[in-house]
DNA sequence: TGTAACCTAGTGGTCGGACCTCTTACCTTT
DNA sequence: AAAGGTAAGAGGTCCGACCACTAGGTTACA
């Protein structure tokens, strides 16, 4: 019999953290302001002391799943305004400069996402999809307008059946909205919602490589603005 | 007299762990061990309880400047072996299924930052990176030449002119490590190390296309026993 | 009747002290 | 020396108490 390292038990805390971000991550996007019970009641329904609830709490507002309100409650974070570095801001001050970022990492990763959706996606996701296109259609005003170009994003990310691109799209945060906002705005509500017609049909139709150039050419819309040339003249030496 | 909105007294771990951390950041590269004073000294001389002494390491722990050991004591992390964010593993609980991700995230980053190094990267940064070259193919053995191999993909981010490429190459953290691990142990120090060369050379010779194509074809290497295929046909009803 | 001040229940924040498991280093034995 | 045993001290967990804060209901006053 071969002697193997035998796995050693998780700390109380690491069990704790992972019953509550399974928790968490369960029903995530259905309502806007989820709230976990107290420090108490969580201590006594999972059987362990309030000591081993607060360490646990306390590490996953460190990682901004959670915000820890003193006096008031223990608060689930909407996805969509987590971040996964809080710095971005601090690290790229002017605003022309973090979207230009933006724009070129959104360029990377969402054609990227929209292949494997084509690829991947569960006929539950497609149907998603086509509802949240045709809410676009229907958008009464440019807000929701870009409230449904989010989703839509969102919900490629989510079909690509690779939750880090999700994570990326994610921690670009309200970046992100911003640059949204301009795409809507600069090229229009109807011109947008057929871009994602295009996309949409190309994911349907499972093709990969149509579907990235359709993406591309959508996000490519927003940035037409970015003049990378400048950049590129920038070191030419 | 204006009004101005008071400061309230930041929370005492959170002044705890200002604290701490400067005592980490002092003499960080000096010594190779060090160890900080046992939880129930520094609540002493802190002038706090253990419960608040006790939160703050662990929150410093999470961040990746301490470790603590059970039954040994807290240990200040050298700075080149820190690990950047775990909350990924919370998240995606099998390794399998991490690499995957992780590998086709890369795929969608990388190749885009090699092309953007290749346009945009400094003198100062084509001499970094063949320095970094220079020391893997010197590595005296796998572990030096995997944080080579780290280097060099992280000045890549930062030669690519996008602070986005490497927070999101950050926040991959461990699970990056673990990943560039599978890389040298599969193709060996010495391919790598071809790779890493034919990626420099078409930075060096601003063939942004070459240069994607080259990092692409790097990270394919680790990702080789991926089997998208398997993934591919799961849901092609 | 409306509004301002107050009160209260319940939340997280901090405390200290108890007992557990674990690691290390020293000591004893061979 | 080498093996095993032992004890000191580290972090892990628990408990119960009290403090600080917030929200919402209640009261008192205009």
Excluded at 92 to 112: F, H, K, M, W, Y
Aim: with cysteine; glycine share 6%.
């Amino acid at each position: 019999m071969n002697i193997t390292a035998l796995e050693r038990p998780a700390s109380l805390v690491d069990s704790v953290c992972q019953q509550l971000a399974k928790l968490i991550r369960g029903a995530d996007a259905e309502k806007k302001d989820r709230w976990l019970p107290g420090e108490r009641s969580l201590a006594e329904q999972l059987g362990v002391s309030r000591s081993v609830v607060r360490e646990a709490t306390k590490r996953l507002e460190q990682q901004g799943m959670l915000e820890v309100q003193h006096g008031n409650g223990i608060k689930v974070v909407d996805r969509l305004h987590r971040p996964l570095s809080d710095s971005l801001s601090l690290l790229i001050p002017d605003v022309a400069g973090r979207l230009r970022q933006l724009n070129e990492t959104r360029l990377s990763i969402e054609p990227d996402a929209a292949a494997r959706a084509a690829e991947r996606a569960t006929k539950a996701q497609l149907l998603e999809l086509r509802r949240i296109h045709s809410s676009l259609e229907e958008a009464p005003d440019n807000d929701n307008a870009i409230l449904c170009d989010l989703a839509f994003h969102h919900a490629i990310a989510d079909a690509s059946g690779n939750l880090i691109y999700r994570l990326v799209l994610d921690s670009l945060g309200e970046l992100g909205l911003a640059s949204r906002l301009r795409t809507i705005g600069r090229i229009g509500k109807a011109p947008a919602a057929a871009h994602h017609e295009a996309i949409l049909f190309a994911i349907e139709n499972r093709d990969p490589e149509t579907a990235r150039q359709a993406m591309r050419i959508h996000i490519l819309a927003a940035g037409e603005d970015m003049d990378l040339p400048a950049l590129r003249t920038r070191e030419a030496k």
